[in-house]
């Protein structure tokens, strides 16, 4: 199993595929820090309450023409019309700017600034921006800085998968495979060793979007309120090397079964990426209307685990778990849930799909 090992890493290191996506993740991770320093910045954040105002002032104007039309049925309803859209323009910019940046410590800051632009957009001053830009710009933790900006998307969880499905199709499509001695205990050496890979893969790919990010966040000036404790970091780190195991193991068995790398590319899509978890999570939470114990199904989703992780990064073994396990921290629901994915992933693999012919 060793030697199949070496001679994988060997064809990853070699091959373009790991270097390319690995150059993907990186500059898709600038891009992601840069956003949020561009949203965040004074000048953006005077730029979009000037903007307001200008709504504000026209949708007024508006209301104090319709008024003066001398329509006694339309004037009032005009002026009333414009008001209304004023206000829900205001509440439009709010909104976007809190989801633009998300994963920021500091929503209340933003959300006292748009109150501010509100009422009176022309009372701010460029210290007031200034001190909101700082608040924005200040992660509660490093970990919960990683669980907002590299967990929650889904986007590592997504990558794993499509590297580890497309590298095991290789071996059917090039019958790589049909060259290794493929009795009993020579399949399970093979599926070992690939699950094996899948590990290392999940590990490298953590490592390199993690040093990316904190890399990315110091040099735009984002600060830390405080650290995390050793233990907290280990705990956040080996539970999200967990789950993007626990994927890209699933994303492997998809491609053994198939013998399609198509199979394993939709898989890591639709399921891997968190697509099919959320909506599932949905109907569940839907369905909790009629019978509650639906409900408590949801978070117990692999996909509900990877927001779990991403929400509560600096605090996985203080926040407690999903019902019925409350009186344990979310962090043993994960891992729970992140061991029973990737050992059923291995029993398929090292049982059933060991008596079947490459």
């Known amino acids: 199993m060793f030697n199949l090992l070496k001679s994988d890493m060997y064809r990853l290191v070699h091959g373009k595929m790991l270097w ?44 104090a023409r319709g008024a003066a039309s001398g329509d006694e049925a339309e004037g009032p309803a005009a002026a009333a019309a414009s008001v209304a859209a004023a206000a829900e323009a205001v509440e439009d910019v709010a909104e976007n700017a809190a989801e633009a940046e998300e994963g920021a410590a500091s929503g209340s800051a933003s959300a006292e600034l748009w109150a501010s632009v509100a009422e009176d957009p022309q009372a701010l001053s460029e210290a007031d921006f200034e001190g909101v830009s700082r608040e924005m710009r200040t992660f509660a933790t490093p970990a919960d800085m990683l669980g907002d900006s590299v967990v929650s998307g889904g986007m590592l969880t997504l990558i794993v998968a499509l590297v580890a499905a497309l590298f095991c199709a290789q071996d059917f499509t090039t019958r790589f495979a049909r060259n290794l ?27 390199v979007v993690s040093l990316t990010s904190v890399a990315s966040f110091a040099v735009a000036g984002f600060t830390y309120e405080a650290a995390n404790s050793l233990t ?42 968190g697509f099919l978890g959320a909506a599932v999570g949905q109907v ?25 992780l991403g929400t509560f990064a600096g605090a996985l073994l203080g ?35 060991r008596q079947r012919d490459m």
């Not at 953006?44 to 105002?53: E, H, K, Q």
């Open 20 to 63: 390319v996506v690995t150059a993907i993740v990186v500059a898709a991770s600038v891009l992601v820090v840069a956003m949020m320093h561009a949203v965040s910045s004074p000048e953006f954040l005077s730029m979009t309450a000037s903007a307001v105002d200008m709504t504000v002032a026209t949708c007024e104007d508006e209301g």
């Open 181 to 207: 001695v493929m009795d009993r205990r020579g399949r399970v050496r093979y599926y070992g060793e690939k699950i094996v890979l899948v590990g290392v893969l999940a590990a490298f790919f953590l490592a």
């Open 232 to 273: 907290d970091l280990l705990a956040f780190f080996g539970l999200t090397w967990l789950v993007i195991f626990a994927y890209g193991c699933s994303a492997a068995v998809i491609v053994w079964i198939s013998r399609s790398a198509g199979a394993g590319v939709a898989w890591a899509i639709v399921v891997c990426s």
């Open 284 to 308: 569940l939470l839907s369905l909790a209307v009629i019978a509650p114990w639906f409900g408590a199904l949801e978070p117990w989703l692999l996909s509900s685990c990877v927001q779990d």
């Open 319 to 353: 926040t407690p778990a999903a019902a019925p396990l409350t009186m344990v921290p979310v962090a043993v629901q994960v891992l729970i849930v992140g061991v029973v994915w990737a050992a059923a992933c291995i029993a398929l693999a090292l049982t059933a799909l």
